[in-house]
């Protein structure tokens, strides 16, 4: 036991870089909760419009953070080396491939927003209008589009902030955020204090207000506070960047931006099997993910702080104390997904009740919040084990594990269900979720081996 318990002095010092992380993740998924909600009290297509064109920018976002954290592998091992031009190295790196990354995906959604809506919508369900549905998402799609660039700079400072143990900062900076994205949703959604009610377009304005406030905050208090944060001093001033450190970034970054975004992609693509059981179902798996989002901070913030603590490890050259620490985090995230399972199961079958939409969405919602409730420990195991592997840059073999298991076992397991089964989306939903263990039993050994433990900076 002794193996996967730890002393006090441990919980503390995790929970010290957790805990903001988590309050940050509960604020911000706690107010998109009361925006979903706001969304879902104006009707079925508008919650349907905006959950789809989110599961697509979830792509993009998750590209990014592919991207920063990537790079965010050197920069945490440079940090526990007191090296600050490594660090602010790595922080112009971020910032040239996200903005790179920002220009792609800017041209995909203005070209193929119709196209890539549209894969969500099917008939199969007494449930909604499907072109209202369409016409929904476009239009808060297009005032979307104008906050992802603050939103990728943002990450950048934030990511880089939080690897090198500034984790306050990032989270004061997202309550200011959702606090104004909040109000604002109320204002513009139901047209308050004189303002017409914009519905969709409104809850769009409001955060990409949000996102640029947020921007502002994190860019200003990091200029402005040089002696906490020197790597942050001359980022800017004669922005060069070794090529032989970009190349070494970009070979570390690319699989795992490959793998968020493949990823993200292939969990878009999970739910347009499950589209096909009617736009009920599509109403309904945005109510479960919105509460599953605020039960799920807990072991989220576990896989960030394994990362920042067991990186800096790894940098300072202590591999068995990494890999000892990488264990008993591990164990923490399971048990705090467990304990989130627990509460999400409990309150699943009132959640529902607060969306104005049908009976039948009302029941599915319920029914997998419960099945998704029951296999959070799978869910927390899983997260925790994904960044112990890439804590020591094995960002092949997280490519490998995650997105490659997701499009090679888990999406053509759904799409079976989907078009060669006729059963309903209870019995579905369980098994795509159940497909999982495959991959917990492959994050063990690969975990177990411990061939992941290593320090990438010797040779940067």
């Given at each position: 036991?002794?193996?996967?318990?730890?002393?006090?002095?441990?919980?503390?010092?995790?929970?010290?870089?957790?805990?903001?992380?988590?309050?940050?993740?509960?604020?911000?998924?706690?107010?998109?909760?009361?925006?979903?909600?706001?969304?879902?009290?104006?009707?079925?297509?508008?919650?349907?419009?905006?959950?789809?064109?989110?599961?697509?920018?979830?792509?993009?976002?998750?590209?990014?953070?592919?991207?920063?954290?990537?790079?965010?592998?050197?920069?945490?091992?440079?940090?526990?080396?007191?090296?600050?031009?490594?660090?602010?190295?790595?922080?112009?790196?971020?910032?040239?491939?996200?903005?790179?990354?920002?220009?792609?995906?800017?041209?995909?959604?203005?070209?193929?927003?119709?196209?890539?809506?549209?894969?969500?919508?099917?008939?199969?369900?007494?449930?909604?209008?499907?072109?209202?549905?369409?016409?929904?998402?476009?239009?808060?799609?297009?005032?979307?589009?104008?906050?992802?660039?603050p939103m990728a700079v943002e990450m950048s400072y934030s990511s880089?902030?939080?690897?090198?143990?500034?984790?306050?900062?990032?989270?004061?900076?997202?309550?200011?955020?959702?606090?104004?994205?909040?109000?604002?949703?109320?204002?513009?959604?139901?047209?308050?204090?004189?303002?017409?009610?914009?519905?969709?377009?409104?809850?769009?304005?409001?955060?990409?207000?949000?996102?640029?406030?947020?921007?502002?905050?994190?860019?200003?208090?990091?200029?402005?506070?040089?002696?906490?944060?020197?790597?942050?001093?001359?980022?800017?001033?004669?922005?060069?960047?070794?090529?032989?450190?970009?190349?070494?970034?970009?070979?570390?970054?690319?699989?795992?931006?490959?793998?968020?975004?493949?990823?993200?992609?292939?969990?878009?693509?999970?739910?347009t099997c499950y589209s096909y059981r009617g736009l009920s179902v599509?109403?309904?798996?945005?109510?479960?993910?919105?509460?599953?989002?605020?039960?799920?901070?807990?072991?989220?913030?576990?896989?960030?702080?394994?990362?920042?603590?067991?990186?800096?490890?790894?940098?300072?050259?202590?591999?068995?104390?990494?890999?000892?620490?990488?264990?008993?985090?591990?164990?923490?995230?399971?048990?705090?997904?467990?304990?989130?399972?627990?509460?999400?199961?409990?309150?699943?079958?009132?959640?529902?009740?607060?969306?104005?939409?049908?009976?039948?969405?009302?029941?599915?919602?319920?029914?997998?919040?419960?099945?998704?409730?029951?296999?959070?420990?799978?869910?927390?195991?899983?997260?925790?084990?994904?960044?112990?592997?890439?804590?020591?840059?094995?960002?092949?073999?997280?490519?490998?594990?995650?997105?490659?298991?997701?499009?090679?076992?888990?999406?053509?397991?759904?799409?079976?269900?989907?078009?060669?089964?006729?059963?309903?989306?209870?019995?579905?939903?369980?098994?795509?979720?159940?497909?999982?263990?495959?991959?917990?039993?492959?994050?063990?050994?690969?975990?177990?081996?411990?061939?992941?433990?290593?320090?990438?900076?010797?040779?940067?």
């Amino acid at each position: 036991m002794k193996k996967y318990i730890a002393t006090k002095d441990f919980y503390k010092k995790v929970m010290l870089i957790a805990f903001p992380i988590m309050i940050q993740n509960g604020i911000s998924n706690f107010v998109s909760l009361l925006d979903n909600i706001m969304i879902g009290r104006v009707g079925t297509e508008q919650m349907s419009g905006v959950s789809i064109v989110n599961q697509l920018i979830f792509v993009f976002i998750l590209c990014m953070f592919g991207v920063v954290s990537g790079a965010g592998i050197l920069g945490a091992q440079y940090y526990g080396q007191k090296n600050n031009k490594g660090v602010r190295d790595v922080l112009r790196i971020k910032l040239v491939m996200v903005l790179g990354a920002l220009i792609i995906a800017t041209v995909v959604f203005l070209t193929m927003d119709k196209t890539l809506i549209s894969l969500y919508l099917h008939e199969g369900s007494e449930t909604g209008n499907l072109a209202d549905t369409l016409r929904y998402g476009q239009e808060y799609l297009r005032v979307m589009l104008i906050g992802m660039f603050p939103m990728a700079v943002e990450m950048s400072y934030s990511s880089t902030l939080r690897e090198c143990g500034e984790t306050s900062v990032p989270m004061k900076a997202s309550i200011v955020a959702v606090l104004v994205n909040l109000v604002l949703n109320y204002i513009l959604i139901f047209g308050k204090l004189g303002m017409p009610a914009l519905g969709v377009v409104g809850a769009a304005i409001a955060t990409v207000v949000s996102r640029y406030i947020q921007m502002i905050y994190v860019v200003a208090w990091a200029h402005k506070n040089i002696a906490k944060v020197p790597y942050i001093e001359g980022v800017y001033r004669q922005f060069s960047i070794s090529w032989n450190l970009f190349a070494k970034v970009f070979i570390l970054t690319l699989p795992l931006m490959l793998n968020e975004t493949l990823w993200s992609a292939g969990v878009a693509a999970v739910n347009t099997c499950y589209s096909y059981r009617g736009l009920s179902v599509v109403a309904a798996i945005n109510i479960q993910s919105t509460i599953y989002n605020i039960f799920n901070i807990m072991y989220i913030a576990m896989g960030d702080a394994l990362a920042i603590v067991v990186g800096q490890e790894l940098g300072a050259g202590n591999i068995e104390k990494a890999k000892d620490t990488a264990t008993k985090i591990i164990v923490m995230a399971v048990a705090f997904a467990s304990l989130g399972g627990l509460f999400m199961f409990g309150i699943s079958y009132i959640f529902p009740l607060v969306y104005n939409t049908t009976d039948e969405v009302r029941h599915i919602a319920g029914l997998v919040i419960r099945i998704t409730a029951c296999c959070m420990p799978i869910h927390g195991f899983l997260h925790a084990t994904y960044f112990a592997i890439r804590s020591g840059g094995k960002t092949v073999i997280t490519f490998l594990f995650d997105s490659v298991y997701l499009w090679v076992i888990a999406f053509p397991f759904a799409y079976f269900l989907a078009h060669y089964t006729g059963l309903s989306i209870g019995p579905m939903f369980l098994s795509c979720q159940l497909i999982d263990l495959l991959k917990v039993a492959v994050g063990y050994f690969i975990f177990r081996s411990g061939i992941w433990a290593r320090n990438i900076t010797e040779q940067a």
